[in-house]
């Protein structure tokens, strides 16, 4: 069965203390995985695409690597503003339509 | 990136009354639309997907007559919650998809019926 688990689903760091949000999955005929970064009340931010194991791509704190069966979103000494919640999406399939979603990871970043 | 507007952003109704959300692509062509309903704390939840000029599949439990989607051009899609009741309450997000890697999701817009 094709799934996506993100853990932990809550996260609370020290302003600059770093850390990595997983996103593990299961799926046939992966085409990308994404991240979202998620603030209440807003659709969802593009953060990365990521096609294949060994990638990697950075955004001013963030990295985002991807293996085989999972993905790591790093944050490297996260400020309050970066408190958001954190989705990890996969999208599978022959036309790619198909897009699984992890259940996200709620990050506060304490000043 | 790609810009994805959604409108209205927050619509309050009455119960009984319908409700159109617009979602457009603007500065790509969508050949595929994307709605999603996400409740609070939740992740989303694919609604429905519709092609340019074609009719809407829905996901299993999401009634067709209730959420009319149109996706009558490449650049613009519709959603009408039908006949809105309180549990309808909820934020729907569109995802508009065409050529491009990246997936860009609409800003959403947050429906409440009283």
């Known amino acids: 069965e094709d799934q996506v688990t993100q853990s932990p689903e809550a996260l609370r760091l020290q302003e600059g203390e770093s850390s990595s949000l997983n996103c593990s999955y299961t799926v046939s005929g992966l085409r990308g995985l994404f991240w979202y970064r998620q603030d209440p009340g807003k659709g969802p931010e593009f953060l990365f695409t990521?096609?294949?194991a060994g990638e990697e791509k950075e955004k001013e704190r963030l990295k985002a690597t991807l293996t085989k069966k999972e993905s790591f979103l790093h944050i490297t000494a996260p400020k309050p503003e970066d408190s958001a919640t954190y989705l990890c999406?996969?999208?599978?399939?022959?036309?790619?339509?198909?897009?699984?979603f992890g259940t996200g990871t709620s990050l506060t970043v304490i000043p | 990136g790609a810009v994805v507007s959604q409108h209205p952003s927050w619509v309050i109704c009455k119960s009984g009354t319908s409700v159109k959300i617009e979602c457009r692509s603007l500065d790509f062509q969508a050949t595929t639309m994307f709605w999603y309903r996400q409740f609070p704390k939740q992740s989303l939840m694919l609604m429905a997907t519709s092609n340019e000029g074609s009719k809407a599949t829905y996901e299993q439990g999401v009634e067709k007559d209730k959420f009319l989607i149109n996706h009558a051009s490449l650049t613009l899609s519709t959603l009408t919650v039908t006949s809105a009741h309180p549990e309808d309450s909820s934020f729907y997000i569109c995802?508009?998809?065409?050529?491009?890697?990246?997936?860009?999701f609409g800003p959403g817009t947050r429906l409440t019926v009283t």
């Open positions: 995802r508009p998809s065409g050529d491009q890697y990246e997936q860009y």
């Open positions: 990521l096609y294949s």
């Open positions: 999406a996969v999208q599978a399939g022959y036309t790619g339509n198909q897009f699984y």
